[in-house]
Every structure is written in structure tokens, then in C-alpha cells.
């Protein structure tokens, strides 16, 4: 993977460094390398679990490759340290495709 030549030093320097994290995936996703997006966005959301970048990229690629059960609690712990960000309610699908009717129809209320 082409990788600018900035990030590698900036985590070397500060690992847990959000933003850095974030360009190493979206350019992982550019190459199609969903795997390796995966593990940089895991390594952000553990210094920033409420990220909504984070968690949208995240889950996102958990929901296309078919892993509800590992997107919905990305889901739920940025709900729990952010219950009020509007952009959390686009993954709501993620508990309607878990039969969660409840937890979608309740997702959607918390947020009006």
C-alpha cells in the first residue's frame, strides 16, 4: 500500500493518533483493502469510541461484509458516550437487519 510518507513518522511519534489512523484507512479503502481499513479504524475507535467517522466507516464495512455482530456494539458504545449525535442514526439499519425492531424504533425516538 502507497502510503504518504508523513503518517508512518506521526504514529510512530503518537499511535494513538485519530486523525493519522483515519487517512491509513480511507486510503486502505481506496486500494480496496477492507481488511487493513478494518484494523486502523479498530486502533481509532479505541482513542475515540464516540468518532463519528470512526464508527460510520467502521460499521459500515462490518455491514457490507455481512458482520452485524460486530458492528452493532461499534454502534452501541459510540450510543452510549454520544446518545444525541445525529449521525449515529444512520447505522439504525444495522438493528433492523439483526430483527431489533425495538432497539431501531428506540435509536430513532433518543434521537428526535
Known amino acids: 500500500m502507497t502510503r504518504p510518507r508523513h503518517l508512518p513518522p ?6 494513538r493518533y485519530v486523525g493519522a489512523r483515519l487517512g491509513l484507512a480511507r486510503l486502505a ?3 480496496k483493502r477492507d481488511e487493513e481499513a478494518i484494523s486502523q479504524l479498530q486502533a481509532a475507535l479505541k482513542e475515540r ?4 467517522t470512526v464508527v460510520l466507516l467502521l460499521t459500515s ?3 457490507r461484509a455481512g458482520q ?3 458492528a452493532v456494539p461499534v454502534l452501541e458504545g459510540a450510543l452510549k458516550t454520544s446518545p444525541r449525535q445525529p449521525s449515529f442514526a ?3 439499519d444495522l438493528y433492523l437487519k439483526k430483527g431489533r425492531y425495538d432497539d431501531a ?4 425516538s433518543d434521537l428526535l
Open 10 to 15: 506521526i504514529l510512530e511519534l503518537n499511535p
Open 29 to 31: 479503502l481506496g486500494q
Open 90 to 92: 444512520i447505522p439504525r
Open 105 to 108: 424504533v428506540a435509536l430513532m
Open 61 to 63: 464495512l462490518y455491514e
Open 49 to 52: 469510541p464516540d468518532e463519528p
Open 68 to 70: 452485524y455482530d460486530q
